[in-house]
Nanobody, 121 residues
Framework: QVQLVESGGGLVQPGGSLRLSCAAS????????MGWYRQAPGKQRELVAT???????NYADSVKGRFTISRDNAKNTVYLQMNSLKPEDAAVYYC???????????????WGQGTLVTVSS
């Protein structure tokens, strides 16, 4: 059973940086695409960044040039480096693992519990 645990959230001033971590329970990166999502109060959960099993990355336009997603296969951990943080970046950030089952074609999706990022002076 795949489990994801996020950490690294906290309080940071505007312009500051944080690095979020998502630790997986096993070596899943060859099978799952990884993603970071965020959800602010009263808003929809939105995709921030993805890291596919093939190693390609994508970012939401709002974070391009400021956020970087990476993974460490040896540590079974995916990271989100967040620089030049803005108040509008404040949200609960969730780690996600996703794959399509080869037999049924059904989607398999695993979510972490979330970690809170607060951007305030």
């Amino acid at each position: 059973q795949v489990q994801l645990v996020e950490s690294g959230g906290g309080l940071v001033q505007p312009g500051g940086s944080l690095r979020l971590s998502c630790a997986a329970s096993g070596s899943i990166f060859n099978f799952y695409a990884m993603g970071w999502y965020r959800q602010a109060p009263g808003k929809q959960r939105e995709l921030v960044a993805t890291f596919t099993s093939g190693g390609s990355t994508n970012y939401a336009d709002s974070v391009k040039g400021r956020f970087t997603i990476s993974r460490d296969n040896a540590k079974n951990t995916v990271y989100l480096q967040m620089n030049s943080l803005k108040p509008e970046d404040a949200a609960v950030y969730y780690c996600n693992a996703n794959r399509v089952l080869p037999i049924s074609g059904r989607n398999l999706e695993v979510w972490g519990q979330g970690t809170l990022v607060t951007v305030s002076s």
